[in-house]
């Protein structure tokens, strides 16, 4: 189904940018640092400025993610019409069904977890928005994606996680 016409893509793309704003900024964040992990450039933008700009670059072979809570953020809503206007391919990940995000998305995930409150649905779908990511990688790495080098790339984090702290002076 649609996971694997994700997988596809992300195997043959030359490029993959997370757009998201306010807290799906973050997920957005989250997923370009764990995506570059793979053999493509992974990036990601949260301003609408710099989102947009971004979105006017993209091209058919890129992949385009759009997560928004709601689904109506009008910032991710637009990059991804930008994105998808230039060829590229659009995923959206929101809350809700029928919502722009879902009208400007090829393939769109529904996280499915009604508002209750505030804080605890925003954070129930932040866990489903991270398990579909989590599928996704999983299944890219499997198929081959993952970079050569991991082993040096974790070596060399692990090294700056370890060193110690420089006293001010």
Request: some cysteine.
């Amino acid at each position: 189904g649609d996971l694997l016409r994700v997988v596809d893509a992300l195997i043959a793309a030359d490029k993959v940018v997370f757009f998201g704003s306010g807290g799906s900024g973050y997920a957005a964040r989250d997923e370009s640092l764990r995506f570059s992990h793979l053999e493509i450039a992974a990036s990601a933008y949260n301003e609408e400025f710099e989102m947009m700009l971004q979105a006017a670059r993209m091209k058919k072979g890129q992949i385009a993610f759009g997560f928004s809570n709601s689904g109506r953020s009008r910032a991710t809503v637009g990059v991804l019409r930008e994105a998808r206007r230039n060829g590229a391919l659009t995923v959206g990940i929101a809350n809700y069904h029928g919502t722009p995000l879902e009208e400007v998305s090829d393939i769109f995930f529904c996280t499915s977890f009604p508002k209750r409150g505030g804080y605890t649905a925003s954070l129930t779908a932040r866990i489903a928005v991270s398990a579909i990511m989590d599928a996704i990688y999983v299944l890219c790495a499997h198929h081959g994606r993952m970079a050569s080098n991991v082993g040096e790339v974790d070596r060399a984090l692990e090294s700056v996680r370890l060193a110690p702290k420089k006293k001010n002076t």
